[in-house]
């Protein structure tokens, strides 16, 4: 498999990327290459799934790739960058609510660096829509005056300026991916050796996105959350029963946090303790550990961000399943021949639609996306799922 195989339902994208490939090859050569084929700031974008970090990662494999064509996917460069060992490869994954500047500045003063193996130095930012204004100018200095060995891939959901300044967009080349059509990550889960008929399905209910389908697959728990928020829409009926559901959404999102949280903290905690010389004996060992406490405040308060980063996402995966529900309701309605996201609730579905008419529907797909957004804007989780829900009631 060469990298290009790990984006799926993406071949103009990938023609784009390959050609750069080719071009940033000759360029390292020496030779000259026809203008804007390849340049130094790359900007992914897409919908949630639609394979932004994936992407970049596969170009950077390809930027770096030893053999001919680009991107082999056999050989030592493209297997370190995709395995995330590439020494001139700096990826920045943002774990809590926002990317910091001293991060952002951390990373171009690295990225300033010549290449050590490979021909370019290449940063890789997922999720660059989490870049805080501070960070944002921190990496616009270096996109204006890039070294000349270095490339930057920023992954974003749209072009839009609450996801990416104008400044930055205005020199970086767009590549605009699209969801995955559910056949084609079918075959991915096949490929994988699922059977046929659990591949389309997963392939339904993740709506185009390959992880979210490997996961309801593989994993239990996962299929059982989907299946208790589904089942919310048609359990409305009263006020109780909105407020209960919301408790459940909230519930369970902060218990993902939590089970998640538990695994990575304690094991980031110790090894930070004993960096810090935790259970030193000897002269200087008392002071040495006096001198700890704001290196464990700032892990603490890192971690923290991290775990309300997840209960977001957890909730947000429950949200784009209710707006998808809503969407079958209306293609019910519309007696549509398109495929449903969630054939397996037709029940609930056709239940929905024979007591809610178009235009309630359409209140009630806004209500939920009403919700994302006041996530995002910090609204404390149960009173936004609260709000939702009562407007989900049921007539």
């Not at 490869?89 to 991060?103: C, F, K, Q």
């Not at 046929?196 to 309801?216: N, Y």
């Not at 999102?253 to 090894?271: M, N, P, Q, R």
């Not at 008419?357 to 609204?379: I, S």
Request: charged share 25%.
């Amino acid at each position: 498999m060469t990298v290009w195989d790990d984006l799926i339902g993406q071949d103009e994208s990938v023609a784009v990327l390959r050609a750069a490939a080719q071009a940033a090859a000759r360029l390292a050569n020496g030779e000259s290459v026809p203008p804007g084929v390849m340049t130094h700031a790359w900007l992914f974008t897409g919908p949630a799934g639609s394979g932004r970090s994936v992407a970049a990662r596969a170009f950077a494999a390809g930027l770096q790739c030893e053999r001919e064509p680009k991107g082999c996917g056999e050989c030592s460069a493209c297997r370190t960058v995709r395995a995330g060992s590439h020494p001139d490869v700096h990826s920045v994954v943002p774990e809590g609510l926002s990317i910091s500047v001293a991060e952002m500045r951390a990373v171009v003063a690295r990225a300033a660096r010549r290449p050590a193996l490979g021909r370019w130095q290449i940063v890789v930012i997922e999720d660059a829509d989490r870049l805080t204004e501070q960070a944002s100018n921190a990496l616009l200095k270096a996109v204006e005056e890039p070294p000349e060995r270095t490339v930057f891939l920023l992954c974003v959901p749209s072009t839009h300026p609450d996801d990416v300044m104008v400044t930055i967009l205005s020199r970086c080349r767009q590549v605009a991916l699209r969801t995955p059509p559910a056949d084609a990550v079918a075959a991915v889960l096949e490929r994988d050796g699922i059977d046929a008929p659990t591949a389309t399905w997963a392939a339904a209910a993740g709506q185009g996105h390959v992880g979210r389908s490997r996961r309801l697959v593989r994993d239990d728990d996962a299929r059982k959350r989907r299946a208790a928020v589904l089942a919310i829409p048609a359990s409305l009926t009263s006020l109780q029963a909105c407020l209960d559901a919301a408790d459940h959404l909230v519930k369970a999102a902060e218990d993902e946090a939590a089970a998640i949280s538990a695994d990575l903290d304690a094991g980031e905690t110790e090894k930070l303790q004993i960096a810090l010389g935790a259970g030193g004996t000897g002269k200087g060992a008392a002071a040495a550990a006096r001198g700890t406490a704001g290196a464990l405040k700032e892990l603490e308060k890192r971690q923290k961000s991290r775990a309300t980063r997840t209960q977001r996402d957890a909730l947000d995966r429950a949200l784009v399943d209710l707006a998808a529900f809503y969407r079958d309701v209306l293609l019910v309605h519309a007696g549509a021949d398109v495929a449903a996201a969630h054939p397996d609730f037709d029940d609930d579905v056709r239940s929905v639609a024979a007591r809610v008419a178009p235009a309630g529907v359409l209140q009630r797909l806004d209500a939920v996306l009403a919700c994302r957004t006041a996530l995002e804007l910090n609204v404390k989780p149960r009173i936004a799922v609260e709000a939702m829900t009562a407007a989900l009631r049921l007539p």
